[in-house]
């Protein structure tokens, strides 16, 4: 074979390590995004051109597998073709053995009956000549002085002759019946010996045959399992090779707009998110939780407000999150340069997307209670450098 089960299955194993170690997917932001780096994503990009020949290779090994059933099915139809041959022959074989077999038992019956009439007629010979012996008046003393005259004499003579003779020659004729009869039965007995000589030549040749298809419909069977189990390793292989072509898609998504981040014009102050609304106390820091009623840190500020009520950027920037974000719920994230970020949580609906450039003051959303919330109100944060710091520091709001 061109490959077999252990070094495909092997290689495939290999593969798909390879995959996992490759493969460090973007998890959920339940923060701010992870910094990206070009080096990181050509890595991928090389690790993934490298699985790529291996893949192409695995499909190559599996196309040469199928050739060769496909060849093995062409073995197969011959020989079954040729088997079918050696059947009809055996059956016509078998048929001139029984007509040669039903030959040589009519011949037989045909000997017998010549034998038989040979033996009669010779002891019918005998007979009529013993009987000329024993009766006086058949003499052929008898004869001679019976006679009257001598045409007489020479007709009686002639007579007995004429029944020896006829005598003579039938028995002649069924003594050549008879032998000609055993000729005729000795060749079709030849006849027969050679046909039971290539019947049994013929039938261990068809076993033979049928061992060797035998053979080639189980080399069918287990490439046909072979190509199946491959092929199940092949898609494997290609369902991580896809979804190692989407997170590298991904990182180059962020990876841009981190570039884009870069060269974000933000104003470097903030605006309160919330216009109209003020947050009463402060929030930020340990508390006793509302939920849980344990002791925990809170991140940011809780601003009531109506369900629906428009959020607004506290600065310019870039989205970098824009979905669900556990404890969060609904959850926006700005990027706005010089690692500030600020978080909106808990929104009813959106109105960005990931990637959207905003400016200050842009409405990105809408008050509400998802995820971890005793009713609806903003969570706002902001962050440095990935650390969370007190909102209102930056607010004389409240």
Not at 51 to 70: N, Y
Request: hydrophobic residues 35%; negative net charge; glycine residues 8%.
């Amino acid at each position: 074979m061109t490959m077999n089960k252990r070094s495909l299955r092997s290689r495939a194993l290999a593969l798909l390590l390879a995959l996992a170690c490759a493969m460090p997917l973007m998890p959920a932001l339940s923060t701010e995004a992870r910094a990206v780096t070009q080096a990181q994503i050509d890595a991928l990009e090389a690790e993934r051109d490298e699985i790529k020949a291996e893949r192409e290779g695995m499909q190559s090994d599996i196309d040469a597998l199928k050739g060769e059933h496909a060849g093995l099915l062409e073995r197969k139809y011959a020989l079954d073709a040729q088997n079918e041959l050696y059947r009809q022959e055996l059956e016509l074989l078998d048929e001139q053995l029984a007509l040669y077999s039903q030959l040589v038992a009519q011949k037989g019956r045909e000997v017998e009956a010549a034998t038989s009439a040979e033996t009669e007629q010779l002891a019918a010979y005998k007979r009529h000549v013993r009987a000329m012996e024993e009766n006086g008046s058949y003499t052929y003393l008898a004869i001679i002085f019976g006679s009257s005259s001598l045409a007489e004499l020479i007709s009686n003579l002639d007579m007995i002759g004429e029944v020896m003779e006829a005598d003579r020659r039938m028995y002649d004729q069924y003594s050549t019946a008879r032998e000609q009869s055993e000729e005729i039965q000795a060749e079709y007995q030849d006849v027969l010996g050679r046909l039971e000589e290539k019947n049994a030549e013929y039938e261990l040749e068809k076993a033979e045959l049928e061992k060797r298809i035998e053979e080639a419909s189980q080399l069918i069977v287990e490439l046909e399992e072979e190509i199946e189990h491959n092929t199940e390793l092949y898609l494997q292989v290609v369902a991580e090779e896809q979804a190692l072509e989407a997170n590298i898609q991904q990182l180059i998504a962020e990876f841009e707009r981190q570039e884009a981040a870069k060269n974000i014009q933000s104003t470097g102050t903030y605006i309160w998110p919330l216009p109209g609304y003020t947050p009463g106390t402060r929030t930020y820091g340990y508390r006793t939780h509302p939920i849980y009623g344990d002791m925990r840190f809170h991140s940011g500020q809780d601003i009531g407000a109506p369900s629906g009520t428009s959020i607004i950027a506290a600065d310019s920037g870039v989205v970098s999150y824009c979905g669900r974000n556990g404890g969060y719920g609904n959850c926006v994230m700005i990027n706005h340069g010089g690692g500030r970020v600020t978080l909106y949580a808990h929104m009813s609906a959106y109105n960005c997307s990931y990637g959207q450039t905003v400016n200050q003051g842009d409405t990105i959303g809408y008050v509400g209670s998802t995820g971890v919330s005793t009713g609806p109100h903003l969570h706002f944060e902001v962050r440095i450098n990935g650390a969370t710091v007190d909102p209102m520091q930056y607010f004389s709001v409240g």
